[in-house]
C-alpha cells in the first residue's frame, strides 16, 4: 500500500473533508470515516487475517462444484447400517437430479423451437405484408424511395 495516497488512515484534509460531508449527509457515514483514520492503519493486519481466516473454512468445500460433486465418496462412518442407507439415498438423490437436468435440457430445447416457430412466424408475415416490388423511377432501376424523392 502505497503512503501517497491522498485518503489514507491519517488526518488530512481530505480525509477530515469526508469526515464532515459524511456527518452532513447521513451520521453513521461520518462516524464509519471517523473509525477508519483512527483505526485505519490496523485495516491491512485485519483484512489479512480475515481472507487466511475465510480460507481456512472453505478449505474443505474446493472441488464440490457442479461436476465434482458426484464423484466425491464419503468416509464410512463405522455403522454400516447407516453407510449403506446414506450411499442408496446419494444415489437416489444422484438419479433424480439426472432426471431433472434431462428434463431441463429438453425443456430448453422446447423453448428454442417455440421462439425460432414465432420467429419464422413473424418473418413470413412480413413477407407477406411487404410490397412485392419497389417502385421504379424515371430511369427502370428500383427506387424504394420514389415518392420521398418525387415531393422534393
Excluded at 464423484?71 to 442408496?88: I, K, L, P, Q, S
Aim: with cysteine; proline share 4%; aromatic share 10%.
Amino acid at each position: 500500500m502505497t503512503h501517497s495516497a491522498m485518503i489514507r488512515p491519517a488526518w488530512t484534509p481530505a480525509t477530515i473533508g469526508l469526515m464532515v460531508l459524511g456527518f452532513i449527509v447521513f451520521w453513521p457515514l461520518g462516524l464509519a470515516m471517523l473509525a477508519y483514520i483512527i483505526w485505519g492503519d490496523r485495516l491491512e493486519g485485519f483484512k489479512r487475517e480475515v481472507n487466511d481466516a475465510t480460507d481456512e473454512v472453505f478449505k474443505g468445500f474446493r472441488g464440490c462444484g457442479r461436476k465434482g460433486r458426484h464423484r466425491h465418496h464419503h468416509a464410512r462412518t463405522g455403522n454400516v447400517a447407516f453407510d449403506d442407507w446414506r450411499e442408496a439415498e446419494l444415489n437416489r438423490l444422484h438419479e433424480e437430479r439426472r432426471k431433472l437436468d434431462e428434463m431441463r435440457e429438453e425443456f430448453d430445447s422446447y423453448m428454442r423451437d417455440l421462439r425460432r416457430a414465432k420467429d419464422q412466424e413473424e418473418f413470413d408475415r412480413f413477407m407477406r405484408n411487404r410490397p412485392a416490388k419497389p417502385a421504379k423511377d424515371e430511369n427502370g432501376k428500383d427506387n424504394p424511395f420514389r415518392e420521398i424523392s418525387s415531393e422534393s
